[in-house]
């Protein structure tokens, strides 16, 4: 769609915004909440000895969903799908992070398919109903946005959100986190406006008041409190909670981290909403500067990729005059 130049650097901001929430957090993984008023730095370390600025696997991940929607592809497309799994195949063999339930995924798939994935996707929930909601697809969801923003793609983003998760997690409680966080995205970069609550009614029916009640004990919340966030559940609420009590993407990121546990995928999580409604123009040039990581990409490539996009996400270029439709 044509953007104007502020919707752009929002769009931008979805991906850029991201990747500076988990290379902030990189560091700070599997580690206790930490007081308020500590100091939070990009400065690598943790378990997996990241360096400053490295992100991880929530934007790696993310990274091949951009490139397909860049290339002109659309993610209700099967061949697609079955380029991001073969990418994030390839990315997994090499990768220092692997959550559990992906791993577990995608190293024992024998062809790297949507198809395959989403068969053993849905094999792994039935014999674990209630172990199978991890965080793994609500941490790359920021770029689905990007390819429907234009007027009347609702649904398709809907649709979209939910097949990219569904992949690799098949419980639903994924997918309708995807679902809702997806579409606040889409909100927040035509409208600089985020409204979570707004998007239940992109959900089933029936699983609404739960989302609305999960995301008011949110707001009621420090992220701390959420202490069992590698369940996708508590990783929206914890990122919603960040953001609901933030003021400005750092400090938002910053609550994130501070939350503990599963620090980088928190603030992947609430950076690629908060970053969709405050923009590229909002992540510190001290950040963008150290930004790198996975497949070889730093600040600008990332910024390229969104651009890229949302180029293709309908008709017109972003580098087009025209206004938001
Ligand atoms: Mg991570």
Redesign the pocket.
């Known amino acids: 769609m044509n953007l104007t130049p502020t919707q752009a650097d929002r769009a931008i901001g979805a991906l850029l915004a991201s990747a500076a929430g988990?290379a902030l957090g990189?560091g700070y993984?599997f580690g206790p909440p930490l007081p308020d008023d500590q100091p939070v730095h990009m400065a690598g370390g943790g378990s997996f000895g990241w360096e400053p600025g490295e992100w991880?696997?929530?934007t790696s991940m993310a990274v091949p969903i951009a490139q397909v929607l860049a290339d002109g592809g659309s993610l209700d497309d099967e061949a697609s799908l079955d380029r991001v799994v073969a990418a994030w195949a390839g990315w997994a063999r090499t990768a220092k992070?692997v959550g559990v339930q992906t791993r577990t995924l995608l190293t024992t798939l024998r062809t790297p398919t949507a198809a395959a994935a989403r068969a053993s996707a849905a094999a792994f929930y039935a014999a674990n109903p209630r172990g199978a909601g991890g965080n793994g697809t609500l941490?790359r969801t920021g770029p689905v946005a990007l390819g429907y923003l234009d007027d009347g793609q609702e649904a398709a983003l809907v649709s979209a959100a939910r097949a990219v998760s569904d992949i690799t997690h098949a419980d639903p409680d994924a997918g309708d986190a995807c679902v809702l966080w997806s579409t606040a995205i889409r909100h927040a970069v035509r409208e600089s406006d985020i409204d979570l609550t707004a998007q239940l009614v992109w959900l089933p029916e029936e699983r609404r008041d739960r989302w609305a009640a999960l995301i008011a004990e949110a707001e009621a919340s420090q992220p701390a409190d959420f202490d069992k966030n590698g369940w996708v559940v508590q990783a929206l609420q914890g990122a919603w909670s960040a953001i609901h009590h933030g003021t400005g993407l750092v400090d938002v990121l910053e609550r994130a981290v501070r939350g503990g546990r599963d620090t980088?995928?928190v603030a992947?999580i609430a950076g690629a909403l908060a970053g969709a409604a405050h923009g590229a123009g909002a992540v510190p040039d001290a950040w963008r500067e150290k930004l790198h990581g996975w497949p070889g990409l730093d600040a600008d490539g990332l910024a390229d990729l969104a651009v890229r996009a949302v180029g293709h996400g309908a008709a017109g270029r972003p580098d087009q005059p025209g206004t938001a439709g």
């Open positions: 988990d990189a993984e991880t696997d929530d992070d941490m980088d995928t992947a």
